[in-house]
């Protein structure tokens, strides 16, 4: 293998910003920020979401970010900040590099993802079939 996960991870954490809990808490509710919940479908119905937080899963990223594309989505193309989130950080670390490297520009990512949010008795938005 040329490059591993932990590879990846710290050239994308040397290239991106990061935000903590209380940070993304501050966010949370402005009109002008949008949360980004890069986990599957099935995470979120488990585990509900960040309250506001747009969808996207990772594996749709690149198609929905580029106007481009099919499938883009108009939400990446108004001029807000974009806090990404995974369950742990891994994926919106990676993902956020990848965002900034397609062009969008105030971006950051929630150190610690979803796990850190609960953890710090952030909001949750039950979803369908959420456990209590």
């Known amino acids: 293998m040329k490059k591993g996960y932990k590879q990846l991870?710290?050239?994308?954490?040397?290239?991106?910003?990061?935000?903590?809990?209380?940070?993304?808490?501050?966010?949370?509710?402005?009109?002008?920020v949008v949360f980004v919940d890069l986990r599957d479908p099935r995470e979120r119905e488990r585990d509900g979401?960040?309250?506001?937080?747009?969808?996207?899963?990772?594996?749709?990223?690149?198609?929905?970010?580029?106007?481009e594309s099919p499938y883009a989505k108009p939400i990446f193309q108004q001029d807000k900040r974009f806090v990404f989130f995974c369950a742990s950080g891994w994926r919106s670390a990676l993902a956020t590099r990848t965002a900034q490297e397609m062009g969008l520009a105030d971006i950051c990512h929630l150190?610690?993802?979803?796990?850190?949010?609960?953890?710090?008795?952030?909001?949750?938005?039950?979803?369908?079939?959420?456990?209590?």
């Open 9 to 32: 991870l710290a050239e994308a954490e040397a290239e991106i910003t990061a935000i903590d809990v209380p940070q993304a808490q501050a966010l949370q509710g402005r009109d002008d």
């Open 49 to 67: 979401s960040i309250p506001g937080a747009f969808s996207c899963p990772r594996g749709m990223l690149e198609f929905w970010l580029d106007p």
């Open 111 to 132: 150190a610690g993802g979803f796990s850190a949010w609960k953890t710090a008795g952030g909001a949750v938005e039950p979803l369908a079939g959420t456990r209590p």
